[in-house]
């Protein structure tokens, strides 16, 4: 028996083989004529453009960065990199004289329509922060320990033909790992594990994915629900691995996609640009710098070459490989997370839509002081380079180590801000990343930051949604159950232990929100993600329809909120919260 199983696994891996083997060949020819009317970066490296080899540990802060230009090492700090005043990186190309000043847009006009009304809402929320935050000491500002998240430079490939031949590669040296590992396994009667999913295959995933970014990365980020658990520990191990092993295009290539971005003087509209980047994720890297025309302290995020272009080509790959392993449970419904995806990381790729999604937040926080949104340079904003204000907060994973009080207000404006996103503005900010938040010490606001996963929600989704985690609130099984089958998450042909469990998960979520539950609810004691994450993989086997469309992204973000309240150990009256967020909510469609 133990030999059919693993020759049933050997022939699911010569599956993914083939399968990518085909599709490389058979979009190998549209590739080339593509390429002749519409030519991308070249995957060519000159001798004098290896990969660098310069390392920054995010974790520790810190970070041997190269100057590229004469091939030195120098110390320096994350922190240094984003004072008023960084260290000088590379020699400054001339400046040019700047004929038309630079304007930043805090408020231009958006083509995304912001909701109307709700004037009074916004009034009430015109508050200001507390004094809370000069009580913080010195000390209670150092960086606490973290996973070290190490990155590196590597050339990112920038060509669709090579974009397949590293999926090809991929998938036949997972071929023949799994051989190997099959071969091992046999003469050591004494191993186990999976055969495809060794541990030479997982680290040939981590370093090929980390390498490739783009929809890679996203998905992993997509599917990897923050503590949920939804994966199997296999795939999850590959996504964790992953997202700390980012890596950031070399000097070369970057300087090409400026260049072609904001012209071959770029360099001129910054008196400071430092070469390395503070932050590198799935699409895009971030680089310190200051303005030249004033002097301001400015962050620029510049996307990867071939990732907007190449998104239905990667997950396409992804999917195969993933349905080859067959790890994935069926009622994760691939084919619904890779759509979802591919909507998502088409938005996120647009660097225009994030600059204009920021300046709609700062319409809808206007006159609430406790938050502060970046403003957007928009000369030097185009659809692939994102410049912007750069905030000069804390990251709010700091204020774990801060007094109970402050703590509590911070996770109480965070919390009252997510609800207000839903049912106030029906437009999320949907990245769950605690690094999002940042907080200014010096006027205790919260600084929001990347808007890329910026989502807007329809009123009749939303009127539905609320019924629906009202019912959760006020206990009601029958009221969950009719909202759950008209927003899609039930069909009416699910077994009644399916339709509980469901509606068990409705409720566990809602447990916070209740009159009930002992106010202030303390997060750090809170059971609710152990209980819901018990009830995912009766769930994901038993499903018969995927969720909603609308719910990825949703999910996603109140998981991150609920977790980051955990992080900060923090006590919160969300019964309060809830009461004040949804008071003024108008319905607009029928119950």
Known sequence: MRSVRVLDVLFTANSAVNL????????????????????????TVEPAQQEDDGVLSKGNLNVASRDETVGTVRPTTVAEVLSENPAPSTPQAPQIEHKVPINISPTSSSTINAPSGLRSVRERYAKIP?????????????????????????????????RLFHYGSLAMGMGMGAASEYVRQTVNPSASGSVLMSEANVSRLVDKLSRMRGAALKLGQF????????????????????????????????????????????????SEFNPIPIAAASIGQVHAA?????????????????????????????????????????GLFLDSTLKATRAELEDECNYKREAECARRFRRELEGDERFEVMRIVDELST????????????PIVLAEKWPQELRDEIATNIFSLCLRELFHFRFMQTDPNWTNFLYNTDTGKIQLIDFGASREYSKEFMDDWLRLLQAGVDGDNEQCVKYSLRLGYLTGEESKEMVDAHTRSIMLLA??????????????DQTISDEIRSLIPFMLQNRLTPPP?????????????????????????????????TADYVFSTKE
């Open 383 to 394: 659809e692939k380079v994102l410049t912007m204000e750069r905030m000069m907060g804390v």
């Open 130 to 162: 507390s004094a809370l935050y000069q009580s913080l000491e010195p000390r209670v500002l150092e960086q606490p320990d973290a996973t070290p998240v190490t990155m590196k430079a590597s050339r990112v490939p920038a060509s669709r033909i090579g």
């Open 549 to 581: 469309r609308e719910t990825y992204s949703l999910n996603r973000k109140l998981s991150g909120a609920f977790l980051l309240c955990g992080k900060l150990k923090a006590r919160v009256d969300c019964s309060q919260v809830w009461t004040d967020v």
């Open 223 to 270: 599917m990897s629900i923050q503590d949920s658990h939804m994966l199997p520990p296999q795939v999850e191990q590959i996504f964790r691995r992953v997202q700390n092993n980012a890596h950031y295009m070399p000097n070369w290539q970057m300087e090409r996609v400026m260049v072609a971005e904001l012209g071959p003087e770029w360099r001129g509209h910054f």
């Open 20 to 43: 990518l083997s085909r599709v490389a060949t058979s979009q190998a020819s549209k590739v080339c004529r593509l390429q002749e009317t519409n030519p991308t970066f070249n995957d």
């Open 511 to 524: 447990m916070p929100f209740r009159r009930e539950t002992p106010q202030p609810y303390n997060f750090e």
């Open 290 to 330: 200051k303005l030249a025309s004033n002097g301001m302290p400015v962050a620029v995020k510049i996307q990867f070459p071939a990732v907007a272009e190449s998104i239905t080509s990667d997950l396409n790959n992804i999917s195969l490989l993933l349905t080859a392993s067959a790890l994935l449970p069926k």
